[in-house]
Nanobody, 123 residues
Framework: QVQLVESGGGLVQAGGSLRLSCAASGRTFTTNAMGWFRQAPGKEREFVAAISWSGGTTYYADSVKGRFTISRDNAKNTVFLQMNSLKPEDTAVYYC????????????????WGQGTQVTVSS
């Protein structure tokens, strides 16, 4: 089992940047693909990005492609989400999770969710 703690959220103006971190504990971290999801008020949780266990393959939602970058440091058991050119519609609670099998874009394929970190983008 992997335990996850997100950090790095905050308030930023449109066009700004934030870097989210997801610190993992547990022996299986380096064998798990990892994902970032987000949930805005009144909306369903949605896929943002995912990364393979080696970091060699990444996946992005169309809405963030070209602006966000997912990466991982297996030596530090940490996954990152670099968010640039932020927009007000990026405002949400961001969660990381460990992939358990299935489509990377489906939240049902993930387990061991963190508690989330709030990102607010002002216009």
């Amino acid at each position: 089992q992997v335990q996850l703690v997100e950090s790095g959220g905050g308030l930023v103006q449109a066009g700004g940047s934030l870097r989210l971190s997801c610190a993992a504990s547990g022996r299986t971290f380096t064998t798990n693909a990892m994902g970032w999801f987000r949930q805005a008020p009144g909306k369903e949780r949605e896929f943002v990005a995912a990364i393979s266990w080696s970091g060699g393959t990444t996946y992005y939602a169309d809405s963030v492609k070209g602006r966000f970058t997912i990466s991982r440091d297996n030596a530090k058991n940490t996954v990152f989400l670099q968010m640039n050119s932020l927009k007000p519609e990026d405002t949400a609670v961001y969660y990381c999770a460990a992939h358990a099998g299935g489509s990377y874009r489906d939240l049902r394929s993930f387990r061991s969710w963190g508690q989330g970190t709030q990102v607010t983008v002002s216009s």
